[in-house]
C-alpha cells in the first residue's frame, strides 16, 4: 500500500495511505497542496518570519464542507492539525511542520444586513475585508483589532480590542452567533440559543473548540470618517507625559481612546527629518463624536508635553484602520510579551522608560492601550474573554529582521517583561507568544479555566485543536 508519511498529533511521525489523501484532495472544492505543488509556498506563509514551518500538506478550504473534510481527515488519521485564519498570531499556530494546514484564508467573504446591522464574515477573512464591506453600510464591527492584515478569525476568538471597543465593546462582547465544525465533523450552529457553552467558550478560548468558518457580528453605526489622529512627544518628556496620561484618559468618555507607543520614530511626513530614527513616545487617538468637541478633549494630550510633530483631523476609517499596516508587514521576526496592568503605577512607568531607552532595533514597539469602557461593564463570566477590569495593557512587540540579532532582542524582552511582573494582572490571550501550558492559565481567572476544560472535554475530548493557547481537556 503506497503511504505519505506525515506528523502525527503527539510530533511522532504517521504514515497515512495515499488513497486517503487522494480521496481527501478529491472531496475539497479548493486544491490540496503538497510541498512540490504550485501555491504551496505562498499559502504556507505567515505573519511571523522567526516560524518557518513546512505543513505536509495544506488544504485551500474554500467551503464550509472543505472544513469538515479536512477535520475529519486529521481526526481519522491522528494527523497534527494547524488551521490558518489570518495567519498573524505571533505563536505563529496557524501553521505546523509536517501536519495538515487548514488554511482558511480563501474563506474571507463578507456579507452585511444593512437593517438588521449584523455582519456575516467568514472564518478566514481579514480585517480589511470585513472593515470595507460593512463601511459601504456606513457600518462598522466592533473590536476589530488596529492592523488591517490580521485575520478575524484568530482575533475575535481571542477578544478582540480596537479603536472603538470602549464605546461598543470587544469583538466578542459583539458576537451574535457563529458556525462551527466540531472535532467530530459535525457543523454546530452557537448562538445563545444553540450550544450554549460552546458559544460561551467560542468568545475568548480561541482555536480550541472547533473551526469558526462563519461569525455573525452586530455591528454599529460609524463615519465614514472619525476624528483621529497621531501626537509625537519627545522620549525625554516621556516620563511626564505618561504620568499625566494614565490619570487623564480614564476621566474621558467612552467616545475617546488614546493610547501610547514608545518606538523609533517611522519617518513620517509630518515630522522634521531630523525626528526620523529618534526614540519617540507616539499617542495616537479616536474620536467618535463632534470634531471640536473631540478638539477639546485632546488639547490637554497637546499640552501635557510638547510635541515634536503631529497629524490630527478627519480621517476615513477604513483609511485609519490601514494607516499604521506598513510599520508591521509579514515576514520580520517577533516576539510579543505582554502583561495587563492593574495600574500604570510610578513604578511601572519607571521599568516601561528604562526598557524603552533600550529598544534593541528600530521597529520594536512598546504599545500601552486603554482599555476601560464598555468591555468592563460585561460581567467577568458572561464569555471566556477574562481580565475585562484592568484598564490597560502593557505589549512589548519586539520586532527584527535578521536572525543574527535574536539574542539581543529576546534577551531584552524577557528581562522587560519580567520587570514588569510585579505590575501584572493577567494576560491577553492574544497577544501570548509560545510561553508554556502554565502561561496559558494566565490569560483566564480560575473560574473560567476550569469551565474552558469542560467544554473542551465536551466537544474536543481528544485534544485535535492543540495548536493554539492550548486548553488541554
Ligand atoms: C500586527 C498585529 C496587530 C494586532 N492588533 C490587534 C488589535 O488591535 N486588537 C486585538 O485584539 N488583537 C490584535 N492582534 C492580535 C491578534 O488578535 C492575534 O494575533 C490573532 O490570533 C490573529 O488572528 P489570525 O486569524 O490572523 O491568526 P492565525 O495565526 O491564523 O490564528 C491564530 C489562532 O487562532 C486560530 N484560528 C484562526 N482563525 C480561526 C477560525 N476561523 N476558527 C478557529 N480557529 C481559528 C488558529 O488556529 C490559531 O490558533 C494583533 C496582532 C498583530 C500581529
Redesign the pocket.
Given at each position: 500500500m503506497r503511504t505519505l508519511t506525515l506528523t502525527g498529533l503527539s510530533g511522532e511521525s504517521r504514515l497515512v495511505p495515499a488513497a486517503a489523501v487522494d480521496a481527501l484532495a478529491a472531496n475539497l472544492s479548493g486544491p490540496l497542496l503538497r510541498p512540490d505543488m504550485d501555491g504551496y509556498e505562498e499559502a504556507r506563509q505567515?505573519?511571523n518570519g522567526i516560524f518557518d514551518r513546512h505543513p505536509g500538506l495544506i488544504a485551500r478550504c474554500t467551503t464550509t464542507e472543505d472544513v469538515v473534510h479536512g477535520v475529519n481527515f486529521a481526526r481519522e488519521h491522528g494527523v497534527l492539525l494547524?488551521?490558518?485564519?489570518?495567519?498573524?498570531?505571533?505563536a505563529g499556530?496557524?501553521s505546523c511542520d509536517g501536519g495538515l494546514m487548514i488554511d482558511?484564508s480563501p474563506m474571507n467573504r463578507v456579507q452585511v444586513d444593512p437593517q438588521a446591522r449584523t455582519a456575516q464574515v467568514e472564518?478566514?477573512a481579514l480585517l480589511a475585508h470585513m472593515d470595507q464591506e460593512t463601511q459601504r453600510h456606513g457600518l462598522a464591527v466592533s473590536g476589530g483589532?488596529?492592523?488591517s492584515h490580521?485575520?478575524v478569525?484568530?482575533?475575535a476568538?481571542?477578544?478582540?480590542?480596537?479603536w472603538i471597543s470602549r464605546k461598543h465593546g470587544l469583538a466578542v462582547d459583539n458576537l451574535l452567533a457563529a458556525q462551527v465544525v466540531t472535532a467530530d465533523g459535525q457543523v454546530r450552529h452557537a448562538s445563545p440559543d444553540g450550544h450554549p457553552d460552546l458559544f460561551w467558550a467560542l468568545r475568548g478560548g480561541?482555536?480550541n473548540f472547533?473551526?469558526?468558518t462563519r461569525f455573525t457580528f452586530r455591528c454599529v453605526p460609524l463615519g465614514p470618517e472619525v476624528y483621529s489622529g497621531l501626537m509625537v512627544k519627545r522620549f525625554e518628556d516621556a516620563g511626564n507625559y505618561m504620568r499625566f496620561h494614565r490619570d487623564y484618559v480614564r476621566t474621558l468618555p467612552d467616545e475617546m481612546t488614546a493610547w501610547m507607543v514608545i518606538r523609533h520614530a517611522p519617518p513620517l511626513p509630518f515630522l522634521p527629518p531630523e525626528v526620523h530614527g529618534q526614540r519617540v513616545l507616539v499617542v495616537p487617538f479616536v474620536w467618535l463624536g463632534a470634531e471640536a468637541e473631540g478638539a477639546r478633549l485632546i488639547e490637554p494630550m497637546r499640552q501635557a508635553t510638547p510635541s515634536l510633530g503631529e497629524a490630527v483631523g478627519m480621517n476615513r476609517w477604513v483609511e485609519w484602520q490601514s494607516g499604521f499596516d506598513g510599520l508591521?508587514g509579514h515576514g520580520a521576526r517577533n516576539y510579543w510579551k505582554s502583561h495587563h496592568l492593574a495600574e500604570l503605577s510610578d513604578p511601572c512607568i519607571q521599568e516601561i522608560l528604562r526598557y524603552g531607552a533600550q529598544l534593541p532595533s528600530d521597529e520594536c514597539e512598546i504599545f500601552i492601550p486603554h482599555m476601560e469602557g464598555a468591555p468592563a461593564r460585561v460581567p467577568e463570566e458572561a464569555t471566556a474573554y477574562a481580565h475585562r477590569r484592568t484598564p490597560f495593557v502593557l505589549n512589548i512587540h519586539t520586532r527584527w529582521q535578521r536572525p543574527e540579532e535574536d539574542e539581543r532582542c529576546l534577551a531584552w524582552v524577557q528581562a522587560f517583561h519580567q520587570a514588569t511582573r510585579p505590575f501584572a494582572r493577567g494576560v491577553y490571550v492574544?497577544?501570548l507568544s509560545d510561553e508554556g501550558a502554565n502561561r496559558v492559565r494566565d490569560a483566564y481567572t480560575p473560574p473560567v479555566w476550569e469551565r474552558l476544560v469542560q467544554v473542551k472535554r465536551r466537544y474536543d475530548p481528544q485534544n485535535l485543536f492543540r495548536?493554539?493557547q492550548n486548553i488541554a481537556p
Open positions: 505567515i505573519w494547524a488551521v490558518k485564519g489570518g495567519g498573524h498570531n505571533s499556530n496557524g482558511l472564518g478566514g483589532g488596529i492592523i490580521t485575520g478569525g484568530g482575533l476568538l481571542g477578544g478582540g480590542f480596537g480561541g482555536g472547533g473551526v469558526v508591521v492574544n497577544f495548536l493554539n
